[in-house]
């Protein structure tokens, strides 16, 4: 069963570690680094306070695993309690250096290549595979400078789009796993902020690395062993074989590709006919222009003037990652549905307000997770902590591009370590949110079923602009007309929705077009 998903809505690119997760080098190596510690601990004189004892798999992943050779060599000695200068690059094979047995350690590893060959696992080229077709872009990291030889070998190159190996990490001169240089320079390389993208580690200093940089999924594969050195690590989830990831279902569409929504009016208006509508709308960034404080942002008299024509003949919801009373003030309009904090708290025309129940139950986190990110986003100028009631935004709009990444480390960071919360992003925003199975998608349909406004004679019109709507476009996409404002902030990114508006100007007007319909029937 499936237990570790890849939203192409959300993830552009993934990341995978070569050794053990996509192919079995990782015992080659093994051996290698046991042939050559062995022999080298045998030759060498015991003196007082050495550890002579073999090499062990422990060894190999505690000290040697996913580290550039040098650092392994120098590290397990260490662990040994014996200390090697590091020494230089141009080292014979063999000499008491770190470079020079790191050398050793590499001839042993190419011998036994050539000899045993390279065994893929299917389990990652069927993801791969599966990836490529969502049109993920695919990296592959590795601190072996063997690796354009072993992806040859294993005939497994042309999966990638990009290689950021040993012998580039040297040449840019990234320092190896667990900082998250290589992972940060794959994506820098495929375009992707970390915040979309995965990684696939099966060390323990990867997923370290991982971590550290901000990446929205990190999949810890423990093939053999227990998976707790990796969820300890700070894996999202560890899985024994890829097979348990799956690539979500997604929209097909890119922003570019979704027709004008204006442009195609004819076409929605013979969807409308005969039929009641129900507008379910999102408000920053839909109704309302961005603006850089949300303190500022209003809705335009204009849009205001057409959602009351609207709901005079037809239900109008507005589903808002805004606070409940925030997004009420800002829209000022009596007789409408209200859904605030992503949906998780709902207030019909009446006023009655309906909480998640379960979301209650991570009050006392969202509370500590506002104090830490209070204290410790306080140094960086321009970060913006939001606390609504059911969730806590992030906003870095206004934050100097280079303390980006560290902004959305930290608020990845405590919401790791807060187990009632999960992470969601959006426009130069990262949020906080209850951990249950709850979103716009979710209080959309709650919406429509609960309270009477679905009906045969009914369709859904959902507009937004955001990741956090595509679960609302993805709900109504079989029954249900889905409109997406188009923002560049991230990329040509897919979409659920049907048609597109160009920005909250546009929608104003279509939704302009909606209402003379509705009086006109
Ligand atoms: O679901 P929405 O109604 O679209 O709310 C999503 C978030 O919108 C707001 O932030 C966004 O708009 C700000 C004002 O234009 C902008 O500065 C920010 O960069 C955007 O992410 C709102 O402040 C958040 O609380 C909502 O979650």
Request: hydrophobic share 40%; net charge negative.
């Amino acid at each position: 069963m499936a237990t570790t998903s890849i939203d192409p809505c959300r993830h552009r690119a993934v990341l995978f570690d070569m050794d053990g997760v996509l192919t079995d080098t990782a015992k080659v190596h093994a051996a290698a680094w046991a042939r050559l510690f062995d022999l080298y601990l045998a030759d060498r004189p015991p003196p007082a306070r050495e550890d002579h004892r073999s090499f062990t798999d422990a060894d190999y992943l505690r000290h040697v695993d996913g580290k550039p050779r040098v650092n392994g060599v120098l590290d397990f000695l260490c662990s040994r309690g014996i200390d090697l200068p590091r020494g230089a690059p141009d080292d014979e094979a063999g000499i008491e250096t770190g470079h020079g047995l790191g050398k050793l350690k590499d001839r042993y590893f190419r011998e036994a290549l050539a000899t045993g060959g390279v065994e893929v696992f299917d389990d990652a080229v069927t993801l791969i595979e599966s990836l490529r077709r969502h049109h993920i872009h695919t990296a592959v990291i590795s601190a072996s400078r063997n690796c354009a030889l072993v992806l040859e070998q294993a005939g497994i190159a042309d999966l990638f789009d990009i290689r950021v190996d040993g012998v580039l990490a040297e040449e840019l001169g990234l320092p190896g796993k667990p900082d998250p240089a290589v992972f940060l320079e794959a994506a820098r390389q495929l375009d992707t902020p970390p915040s979309a993208g995965v990684v696939v580690e099966d060390a323990q200093s990867g997923v370290h690395a991982a971590r550290a940089g901000g990446f929205a999924l990190v999949v810890g594969v423990a093939r053999t062993g227990p998976p707790g050195r990796l969820l300890d690590a700070g894996a999202d989830a560890v899985v024994s074989t890829l097979t348990d990831v799956a690539v979500a279902e997604s929209a097909e569409r890119r922003l570019s590709e979704v027709p004008d929504g204006l442009e195609h009016w004819d076409e929605i208006a013979d969807r409308l006919r005969g039929h009641r509508p129900v507008l379910l709308l999102d408000f920053d960034g839909t109704l309302a222009p961005i603006r850089n404080d949300p303190a500022k942002v209003t809705m335009p008299v204009r849009t205001r003037e057409v959602l009351q024509r609207l709901a005079r003949h037809c239900p109008v919801a507005i589903i808002s990652g805004r606070d409940l009373h925030d997004v009420r003030r800002r829209v000022r309009l009596d007789g409408l549905w209200y859904a605030g904090s992503h949906g998780f708290e709902l207030a019909g025309p009446g006023d009655e307000s309906i909480a998640q129940d379960a979301a209650e139950s991570a009050l006392p986190d969202l509370d500590e997770a506002e104090r830490l990110l209070t204290i410790e986003l306080d140094p960086i100028a321009g970060v913006l902590v939001d606390r609504k009631r059911f969730a806590l935004a992030v906003h870095y709009r206004n934050v100097r591009p280079d303390d980006v990444d560290h902004v959305i480390w930290t608020v990845r960071r405590i919401g790791d370590w807060l187990p009632a919360l999960r992470i969601a992003h959006g426009r130069r925003v990262v949020e906080l949110l209850p951990n249950i199975d709850w979103n716009k998608g979710r209080a959309l349909r709650w919406l429509l079923d609960k309270t009477g406004l679905a009906a045969t004679d009914v369709t859904p019109v959902f507009a937004g602009d955001d990741y956090t709507d595509e679960d609302a476009l993805h709900e109504i996409h079989d029954d249900g007309i889905g409109i997406v404002v188009r923002s560049a902030e991230h990329g040509d990114r897919l979409t659920w929705a049907h048609y597109s508006v160009e920005d909250p100007r546009s929608l104003s007007a279509l939704l302009t077009r909606i209402a003379s319909a509705v009086d006109a029937s």
